[in-house]
Protein backbone atom coordinates (compact mmCIF):
# COMPACT_ATOMS: atom_id res chain seq x y z
CA UNK A 1 0.00 0.00 0.00
CA UNK A 2 1.13 3.60 -1.08
CA UNK A 3 1.25 7.29 0.14
CA UNK A 4 -0.07 10.10 -1.79
CA UNK A 5 1.18 13.63 -1.75
CA UNK A 6 -0.37 16.73 -3.74
CA UNK A 7 0.14 20.15 -3.79
CA UNK A 8 -2.69 22.08 -6.32
CA UNK A 9 -1.94 20.41 -9.59
CA UNK A 10 1.36 17.93 -8.73
CA UNK A 11 1.33 15.24 -6.59
CA UNK A 12 2.83 11.84 -6.52
CA UNK A 13 1.83 8.13 -5.28
CA UNK A 14 5.36 6.56 -3.66
CA UNK A 15 5.37 2.93 -2.00
CA UNK A 16 7.15 4.61 1.11
CA UNK A 17 7.19 8.78 2.08
CA UNK A 18 6.63 10.97 -0.18
CA UNK A 19 6.68 15.19 -0.27
CA UNK A 20 5.43 17.96 -2.47
CA UNK A 21 6.71 21.73 -2.16
CA UNK A 22 5.86 24.51 -4.72
CA UNK A 23 6.61 28.19 -5.23
CA UNK A 24 6.12 30.83 -7.69
CA UNK A 25 8.06 28.69 -10.45
CA UNK A 26 5.92 25.78 -9.77
CA UNK A 27 5.78 22.57 -7.89
CA UNK A 28 7.80 19.67 -7.24
CA UNK A 29 7.08 15.77 -5.70
CA UNK A 30 9.34 13.65 -4.59
CA UNK A 31 9.52 9.99 -2.93
CA UNK A 32 11.66 8.90 0.20
CA UNK A 33 13.77 6.34 -1.70
CA UNK A 34 13.77 8.40 -5.01
CA UNK A 35 17.61 10.01 -4.68
CA UNK A 36 18.24 13.66 -4.02
CA UNK A 37 18.17 16.40 -4.69
CA UNK A 38 14.89 17.10 -5.23
CA UNK A 39 13.42 20.49 -6.12
CA UNK A 40 15.32 21.26 -9.36
CA UNK A 41 12.58 22.97 -10.78
CA UNK A 42 11.48 25.46 -8.17
CA UNK A 43 13.19 29.11 -7.81
CA UNK A 44 13.85 28.14 -4.51
CA UNK A 45 16.71 25.56 -5.95
CA UNK A 46 18.63 28.84 -7.46
CA UNK A 47 17.96 31.48 -4.78
CA UNK A 48 18.25 29.44 -2.03
CA UNK A 49 16.30 32.11 0.42
CA UNK A 50 15.67 31.01 3.70
CA UNK A 51 12.77 34.17 3.80
CA UNK A 52 11.28 32.37 0.37
CA UNK A 53 7.39 31.52 0.70
CA UNK A 54 7.08 27.97 -0.37
CA UNK A 55 3.56 25.64 -0.06
CA UNK A 56 4.55 22.03 1.39
CA UNK A 57 3.29 18.48 2.23
CA UNK A 58 4.53 15.40 3.29
CA UNK A 59 2.89 11.97 3.90
CA UNK A 60 4.95 9.10 6.41
CA UNK A 61 8.59 11.12 5.05
CA UNK A 62 11.62 9.86 7.09
CA UNK A 63 12.88 13.06 8.87
CA UNK A 64 16.42 12.51 7.55
CA UNK A 65 15.27 12.76 4.02
CA UNK A 66 13.71 16.36 4.40
CA UNK A 67 17.05 17.41 6.47
CA UNK A 68 19.12 16.23 3.18
CA UNK A 69 16.76 18.15 1.27
CA UNK A 70 17.56 21.35 3.61
CA UNK A 71 21.35 20.54 4.17
CA UNK A 72 21.29 21.06 0.06
CA UNK A 73 19.85 24.45 0.09
CA UNK A 74 21.46 25.26 3.32
CA UNK A 75 24.89 23.20 3.01
CA UNK A 76 25.92 22.83 6.80
CA UNK A 77 23.11 24.56 8.49
CA UNK A 78 20.52 21.98 9.35
CA UNK A 79 21.11 19.66 12.11
CA UNK A 80 18.63 16.73 13.49
CA UNK A 81 17.73 16.24 16.80
CA UNK A 82 18.94 12.91 18.21
CA UNK A 83 15.52 11.38 19.73
CA UNK A 84 13.93 12.66 16.32
CA UNK A 85 16.24 10.75 13.70
CA UNK A 86 13.34 7.82 13.23
CA UNK A 87 10.55 10.01 13.18
CA UNK A 88 8.41 10.28 9.93
CA UNK A 89 6.77 13.07 9.09
CA UNK A 90 3.05 13.97 7.89
CA UNK A 91 1.48 17.62 7.43
CA UNK A 92 -1.78 17.49 8.29
CA UNK A 93 -2.83 18.96 4.60
CA UNK A 94 -0.46 21.41 3.35
CA UNK A 95 1.48 24.47 4.98
CA UNK A 96 0.48 27.22 2.61
CA UNK A 97 2.83 30.41 2.38
CA UNK A 98 5.52 29.33 5.29
CA UNK A 99 8.68 30.39 4.59
CA UNK A 100 11.61 27.85 4.06
CA UNK A 101 13.23 28.81 7.26
CA UNK A 102 10.39 27.95 9.18
CA UNK A 103 9.54 25.54 7.36
CA UNK A 104 12.99 23.66 9.00
CA UNK A 105 11.83 24.04 12.08
CA UNK A 106 8.15 23.21 11.80
CA UNK A 107 8.77 19.58 10.55
CA UNK A 108 11.52 19.16 13.34
CA UNK A 109 14.40 20.33 11.87
CA UNK A 110 17.39 22.52 14.17
CA UNK A 111 18.76 25.23 12.22
CA UNK A 112 22.88 25.57 13.25
CA UNK A 113 22.43 29.11 13.60
CA UNK A 114 19.59 31.69 13.28
CA UNK A 115 18.54 33.21 10.80
CA UNK A 116 19.93 30.37 8.09
CA UNK A 117 22.07 31.58 5.51
CA UNK A 118 21.12 32.12 1.98
CA UNK A 119 23.45 30.73 0.07
CA UNK A 120 24.93 30.58 -3.58
CA UNK A 121 23.83 28.01 -5.90
CA UNK A 122 26.33 25.21 -6.88
Known sequence: MGVECGLDDCGISCEFGCAC????AGCECWCENVSLPPLAKLKVRAARDPEAYVDFTASEMP???LAE??????????????GKLGEMVTTDGAL???KLADLVEHVGLVPRSRPLRRTTST
Open 21 to 24: MSDA
Open 63 to 65: LTR
Open 69 to 82: MFDDLFPGQILIPA
Open 96 to 98: RRI
